[in-house]
């Protein structure tokens, strides 16, 4: 099997989206730096030595920097290596989940999310989605043909993807339950599931849905807010998604410039984090912002493409596993910013400000890059989905800058 260099494009179009949200925390970061650094000062200004401005900046960049060296050294190991440690990845996780909800913290949400370590806050749900890929890769690959049955094949990954998604519901961190479940049934179709029970899970994904939405109060409010945006939901419980379209609205086709934004320091909360997007529209416009969406959507073709081309089973699932949890996460959390989907809590990759979403995703794309080494130029369609009828061996070309 010929060698060749990692996906070039797809590691420029990831370094681009690192420098842009770079750019836009430290435009958009300004009020909640003063707010983290100067909570007690009435009138708090940058030229204040108590105050400063540049705090989410100075976090982001070492949080990046940080994340930039673990996917370059994620970059350089074997894939065979995560094949032989996805049980301890997958145990590793589901501990640190169980970690959480006991003593786990909050950080002015409703949800239990985080552990502190060393005055460093960690969201093992984040890491989980990369050690259950991992672990469904591996199970997946060993099952070969029980993957079609409903004894061997859909009650098992249906109780191994439970594991996981069972903790992270319980915080409750829905945004993290729903890319994972996603994440999860694109490897089980890739892998050869059946339709049929694809179509069973999603109804019973359905009736616990909605469950979950009429028995927890804060699940019930969001869903309220999404789906009837009257004046009263406006002061209240429907507050983030308003001022997110407002931001988008008056962003225009060109924006209000850099630093111009105005949401962002008094009516969007999270402007840095989860609403960054919104915030960002708010100051470039819509002619810049699509340029995002275009960069996940570059993102997506290249990790399939890669994925198409792995050079063995494992490999293909972890890298549409991994494809599939940056492009779904980056499209629903532009979905919840634009007001398509209820807001659930969920960071845009590489862009938004937080240290455990930022690391995660590069070690990901570090895992995705070093398949992307070792794909065939020409490769076999017998290790795709499908595998399990007869085919003609078929090639197709991959290329790369």
């Known amino acids: 099997m010929r060698k060749l260099q990692a996906d070039n494009i797809l590691l420029l179009t990831v370094l681009g989206l690192l420098v842009f949200g770079l750019v836009m925390i430290t435009s958009i970061g300004v009020p909640k730096s003063i707010q983290l650094t100067a909570p007690d000062i009435l009138y708090p200004n940058c030229s204040d030595e108590a105050v400063d401005c540049y705090y989410l900046f100075k976090n982001h960049l070492v949080r990046m920097l940080a994340g930039v060296v673990a996917l370059l050294i994620v970059s350089k190991i074997t894939y065979r290596f995560w094949r032989k440690t996805a049980v301890f990845w997958f145990v590793a996780t589901f ?8 003593a786990g913290s909050q950080y002015t949400t409703f949800a239990k999310s985080w552990i502190v370590l060393f005055n460093t806050s960690v969201q093992p749900s984040e890491f989980a989605k990369l ?9 997946l690959e060993r ?15 249906c109780i191994v993807t439970g594991v996981i998604v069972l903790p992270i519901l319980l915080q409750p961190d829905l945004g993290s339950t729903l890319v994972i479940a996603c994440v999860a049934v694109a490897m089980y179709f890739v892998a050869g ?38 004046a ?8 983030q998604t308003e001022q997110a379209n407002i931001a988008v609205g008056t962003g225009g086709f060109w924006g209000k410039g850099l630093t111009q934004g ?29 340029l995002v969406v275009i960069a996940y959507g570059i993102i997506g073709w290249r990790g399939f493409l890669i994925a198409s081309h792995a050079p063995d089973k494992f490999t293909m699932l ?9 492009v779904v996460q980056a499209f629903m959390n532009i979905s919840i910013n634009i007001g398509l989907m209820p807001v659930t809590g969920l960071t845009l990759p590489f862009i938004s400000y937080g240290g455990s979403s930022l690391v995660a995703t590069l070690i990901g794309t570090g895992v995705l890059l070093q398949i992307s080494k070792h794909a065939k130029a020409y490769a076999p369609r017998s290790n795709r989905r499908g595998n399990r009828r007869t085919y003609r061996t078929q090639y197709r070309a991959y290329s790369r800058v």
């Open 193 to 230: 599931a059946r339709l049929r029970h694809l179509a069973l899970g999603g109804f019973i994904a359905l009736i616990v849905s909605m469950l979950i939405i009429g028995n927890v109060g804060r699940v019930n409010e969001r869903f309220q807010a999404f789906m009837n945006q009257d």
């Open 143 to 157: 099952k070969n043909q029980d993957i079609e049955t409903f004894q061997f094949g859909f009650i098992p990954f």
């Open 232 to 239: 009263n939901c406006r002061e209240d419980y429907c507050w």
């Open 131 to 139: 050690a259950l890929i991992f672990y469904l890769a591996h199970w």
């Open 95 to 102: 501990a640190m989940l169980l970690i959480v909800l006991v």
């Open 318 to 326: 972890t890298a549409t596993g991994v494809t599939a949890w940056i």
């Open 262 to 290: 105005v949401q962002k320091s008094y009516w969007l909360p999270q402007a840095s984090d989860d609403f960054i997007f919104a915030a960002s529209a708010e100051e470039l416009g819509f002619i810049r912002i699509v």
